[in-house]
């Protein structure tokens, strides 16, 4: 897994993005990608307030797009105003993050910088059940495994898909 040079560049997204996670970077280098993720999956599983119980999350087994145009992965739960959506690509050794929905925020400055500007969510969609992942102008690099993380008050689901190039 590689670094993202672009995470945390200014002491103030340090410091915005602690108070929205809930951890301290005494650090003064920025956090590396996995280090994101791991702290990322780190309070999805915390969180105080957010249900405990399985959420039912749909995603097709697998999804097909064609080299150049827009990927299409629907991510599907039961609507919650209060949630977070987070959508990795899997790897051999490590998760990559493509983007997350934090309580109504894109945290656009901790996508991959593979997916920066690439990765949508229609806005004011997953509040209303629809996580649909969209990867504008896919290469050969986009196709792989993909995983849906809902957590609400309701509880916790998660869903893989496998994206393929046709």
Do not use: F
């Not at 897994?1 to 200014?10: F, H, K, R, V, Y």
């Not at 990927?71 to 998760?95: F, K, Q, V």
């Amino acid at each position: 897994a590689s670094s993202d040079p672009a995470i945390g560049q200014g002491a103030g997204d340090r410091v915005g993005m602690g108070l929205v996670l809930g951890y301290a970077h005494p650090s003064p280098l920025p956090p590396t990608g996995p280090t994101i993720a791991l702290l990322l999956l780190t309070q999805l599983s915390s969180l105080r307030g957010l249900g405990t119980d399985k959420l039912p999350v749909e995603l097709s087994a697998t999804s097909e797009a064609v080299l150049g145009d827009t990927a299409l992965l629907n991510c599907t739960y039961p609507p919650e105003a209060d949630l977070i959506l987070y959508w990795t690509r899997l790897g051999p050794d490590s998760e990559r993050n493509v983007y997350t929905y934090y309580r109504g925020e894109h945290l656009a400055l901790h996508d991959d910088p593979a997916y920066r500007g690439r990765a949508t969510v229609l806005a004011g969609q997953p509040g209303r059940g629809h996580g649909a992942l969209r990867i504008h102008n896919v290469t050969l690099a986009d196709e792989g495994r993909y995983r849906c993380r809902v957590k609400s008050n309701r509880g916790m689901g998660v869903a893989e898909t496998e994206l393929r190039l046709i």
